[in-house]
């Protein structure tokens, strides 16, 4: 991932009234060598008010141990950056991602948004 790109997303929230989770998916190489990065959110509502937030998105456990589901030099993680977001309103959303970071980050190969009801548990 190169340290200016920038991913845009635009969901369409129908129904306001519920929550959701709010998930940065990641694909990278197993033989990254960072332990975690850090991204900035940037979210703009269908009337144009702009929310801006910082996350930071875990790759190792604290051992080392790559986090998520590896397949042979793949690893998916998942993040919940917020749980049980109510959105202000309905209608279509602009979420840019962008690392936060001075160099690229080598081994990462994607980045995605996932907004999803929670589960029952």
Request: glycine share 0%; aromatic share 0%.
């Given at each position: 991932m190169k340290k200016d790109e920038v991913h845009t997303y635009k969901p369409t929230i129908a129904d306001n009234a519920i929550n959701y989770n709010v998930i940065i998916a990641?694909?990278?190489?197993?033989?990254?060598?960072k332990s975690e990065i850090k991204v900035a959110l940037e979210m703009t509502s269908p009337s144009g008010k702009v929310t801006k937030t910082s996350h930071t998105l875990p790759l190792r456990d604290a051992s080392g141990k790559l986090l998520g589901e590896v397949a042979v030099h793949i690893c998916d993680t998942e993040t919940i950056i917020m749980k049980d977001y109510t959105f202000p309103e309905n209608g279509e959303y602009t979420v840019k991602i962008s690392p936060i970071t001075d160099e690229d980050i080598n081994g990462m190969m994607e980045i995605g948004l996932v907004i999803e009801k929670p589960k029952a548990e």
């Open positions: 990641l694909r990278h190489h197993s033989e990254i060598t």
